[in-house]
């Protein structure tokens, strides 16, 4: 039994996690036979990141978030099940308005071996929106980049924002493809 459970553990719980909306938090790792738990939460990228918010339904979110070090997780590869496409995803945070000091969070889901962006995430103040492409993958400059991309609210409302700017991800430690 534990070798039919053994393979599936990390999959299974992503998957979980991911359906109650709890991202990518927690990473197994297998090294031949030893599976660790890995907290695997955004830190400093050293890299700045900056993205404008136009057009939003809620005048209060309009402004340009930025830091001079946004946080990132560890870009991973994701093997669904079913229908859904694999993916490459890494979450972001700590990009901040000063003149409400409003923060962005979010995740971006991009096709592994390619530049286009599956979909994104963002995160304002608790209020998340989401846009499917409409982003491209810089892999030169190790970014994913919005050019005018109009995200919809994901939580029953007609909210939508507009976004232009990068978000840097982490270089290292990048699975094949991604």
């Known amino acids: 039994m534990k070798s039919l459970v053994r393979p ?15 991202g990518i938090g927690v990473e197994f790792v297998d090294d031949g036979g030893n599976e ?24 209060r979110l309009v402004g340009t978030y930025a830091s001079s070090n946004v946080r990132a997780t560890h870009v991973f590869r994701f093997f669904p099940l079913g229908e859904f496409p694999e993916t490459c995803r890494f979450q972001f945070e700590g990009l901040t308005e000063p003149r409400t000091n409003a923060s962005m969070a ?7 071996g390619t530049d286009t ?22 892999r030169a400059g190790n970014a994913i980049v919005f050019d005018h991309a109009v995200l919809n609210s994901t939580q029953g409302t007609t909210q939508t924002l507009t976004i232009t700017g990068s978000v840097p991800m982490q270089n290292e430690s990048k699975p094949a493809g991604c």
């Open 8 to 22: 599936l553990l990390p999959t299974l719980l992503t998957a979980c996690l991911s359906a109650c909306g709890g």
């Open 36 to 59: 660790e738990v890995v907290d695997d939460r955004p830190f400093p990228s050293g890299r700045p990141g900056s993205v404008t918010v136009n057009a939003a339904s809620d005048a």
């Open 106 to 112: 979010g995740e971006i889901l991009y096709l592994p």
């Open 117 to 138: 962006v599956h979909a994104s995430f963002v995160v304002i103040d608790f209020r998340e929106f989401r846009v499917n492409g409409k982003a491209t993958l810089d």
